[in-house]
T-cell receptor, first 112, second 114 residues
């Protein structure tokens, strides 16, 4: 069973479009991290959100942590081909220190 | 560049051989985590180590798999008598401390068992 469900699994859009990726769970997390992974490489950290309701912006990327700390979203404005990659959300729980629970990821393709 | 280092990047083994995967954490980090990524699946936690201690190995198969993080040198994930189902990408991550929940990942080792 997957503790974190990501949707959509695949997303193919044109350059300039906006998109939102969702990461949902029925469990509470002490923090949630978003990573991007390129083929043949390891996940690269984008952001960590800790507080319920927290919103963080990273240039054209906006990350939100749900008020109840059970879900998160990643919104990209005016997507560019360089945004193409596998986006992963990962949650940490206080009851299992150290372990991150990963979603299966959203494969984003942005066409020029 | 003081990022997480893993070697080898690619490893080919025949069934029954041993695989040794190495991980050097970021400078100043004393917590190491190993994850496995199978095709069509997300990353799955295997083991969490501090220097000379295994903190949580609940995600690691009880047979054939072992991990260590000695006082000196890299962390080692060891797979004995490999089988085809062990073929996967193995990632190491490190963090500064237990309270620092942000983990930084290495580039991974792709293991192929023939």
């Amino acid at each position: 069973t997957q503790l974190l469900e990501q949707s959509p699994q695949f997303l193919s859009i044109q350059e300039g479009e906006n998109l939102t990726v969702y990461c949902n769970s029925s469990s509470v997390f002490s923090s949630l991290q978003w990573y991007r992974q390129e083929p043949g490489e390891g996940p690269v950290l984008l952001v960590t959100v800790v507080t319920g309701g927290e919103v963080k912006k990273l240039k054209r990327l906006t990350f939100q942590f749900g008020d109840a700390r059970k879900d998160s979203s990643l919104h990209i404005t005016a997507a560019q081909p360089g945004d193409t990659g596998l986006y992963l959300c990962a949650g940490a729980r206080g009851s299992t220190l150290g372990r991150l629970y990963f979603g299966r990821g959203t494969q984003l393709t942005v066409w020029p | 560049n003081a990022g997480v280092m893993q070697n080898p990047r690619h490893l080919v083994r025949r069934r029954g051989q041993e695989a040794r995967l190495r991980c050097s954490p970021m400078k100043g980090h004393s917590h190491v985590y190993w994850y496995r990524q199978l095709p069509e699946e997300g990353l799955k936690f295997m083991v969490y180590l501090q220097k000379e201690n295994i903190i949580d190995e609940s995600g690691m198969p009880k047979e054939r798999f072992s991990a260590e993080f000695p006082k000196e040198g890299p962390s080692i994930l060891r797979i004995q008598q490999v089988v085809r189902g062990d073929s996967a990408a193995y990632f190491c991550a490190s963090s500064f401390g237990l309270g620092e929940e942000t983990q930084y990942f290495g580039p991974g080792t792709r293991l192929l068992v023939l």
